[in-house]
């Protein structure tokens, strides 16, 4: 069964320390991996995507890594701001073919970022 | 701004009632999808569409229709509204099914069944 796993579940950090959110999946076949950051009462926004050949991707403070072989993922957030405070969503992408395509989302981690 | 549009932003139903989420986009996407987000849980596909016409059923369908007869919309529609629908509902639009041109979502409807 395709799944993905993200941990911890919440996490609270100060005003400019890093953190390192992880997202572990089984999902085949393995089309396309992203990181969605989500403000409270908005929709999901795309961070990164990453493909099967591809190690490491950045967006500003935001760095994500895909381990193919292991199917794990992290988004690693360098000196977090106030406006951090989300939750964090790891969607894998499944290819069947064409536009048939099948997403699968994680329960995502909360992020609070305090002062 | 170009993007998805969602309306109603808060809808409060009673048990029975009908009605309908508005779902617009303007980027002259093909593949258009709704999901249900509850408390603890991913977000879960209710129906996705690949083109104008064309509209299939995704984990969740029960209790929900949708149609397609332009490029641009994809009404949710709630038959006879139940207390399990009570949920945050969002529309997604892409260029392909895979999302490798990324999906853009809506900003959500939060709909409570009474």
């Known amino acids: 069964k395709n799944q993905v796993e993200q941990s911890p579940q919440s996490l609270i950090i100060l005003e400019g320390k890093n953190c390192t959110l992880q997202?572990?999946?089984?999902?085949?076949?393995?089309?396309?991996l992203r990181w969605y950051k989500q403000d409270t009462g908005r929709g999901p926004v795309s961070l990164t995507i990453?493909?099967?050949?591809?190690n490491t991707k950045s967006n500003g403070r935001y760095t994500a890594t895909l381990d193919a072989d292991t199917k794990q993922s992290s988004l690693h957030i360098t000196a977090s701001q106030l406006s951090d405070s989300a939750s964090y969503i790891c969607v894998v992408s499944a290819e069947y073919g064409g536009s048939q395509g099948n997403l699968i989302f994680g329960k995502g981690t909360k992020l609070s970022v305090k002062p | 701004n170009a993007g998805v549009t969602q309306t109603p932003k808060f809808q409060v139903l009673k048990t029975g009632q009908s009605m309908t989420l508005q779902c617009a986009q303007d980027?002259?996407?093909?593949?258009m999808s709704w999901y249900r987000q509850d408390p603890g849980m991913g977000l879960r596909l209710i129906h996705y569409?690949?083109?104008?016409?064309?509209?299939d059923q995704g984990e969740v369908p029960n209790g929900y229709n949708v149609s397609r007869s332009t490029t641009e919309d994809f009404p949710l529609r709630l038959l006879s509204a139940a207390p399990s629908q009570t949920s945050v509902y969002f529309c997604?639009?892409?260029?392909?099914?895979?999302?490798?041109?990324?999906?853009?979502f809506g900003s959500g409807t939060r709909l409570t069944v009474v």
């Open positions: 997202c572990n999946y089984t999902v085949s076949p393995f089309s396309n």
């Open positions: 997604a639009s892409s260029y392909s099914g895979t999302g490798a041109n990324g999906y853009t």
């Open positions: 980027m002259n996407h093909e593949y």
């Open positions: 569409s690949v083109g104008a016409g064309i509209t």
């Open positions: 990453m493909t099967f050949s591809e």
